[in-house]
């Protein structure tokens, strides 16, 4: 969980109703330093999440 950011801001300030953060797949291990083996996998995950979030938000907004 992460407060006090830039999506904390955009939702309050901004009204903007959903925000979203990806954070890096490590569990511990790493940090925010991944081994060069995961950078292109986690790349692959987080741009399959935001086909999924933009195809959900597509059938919302043609639903309206």
């Not at 925010?32 to 692959?44: E, Y």
């Amino acid at each position: 969980m992460a407060t006090g950011g830039s999506m904390d801001w955009a939702k309050s300030k901004l009204g903007v109703p959903y925000t979203f953060e990806w954070e890096l797949r490590d569990t511990g291990s790493y940090g925010f330093l991944l081994p060069a083996d995961q950078i292109i996998p986690t790349a692959l995950e987080t741009l399959d999440s935001i086909i999924s979030i933009l195809k959900d938000v597509n059938a919302t907004l043609s639903k309206e």
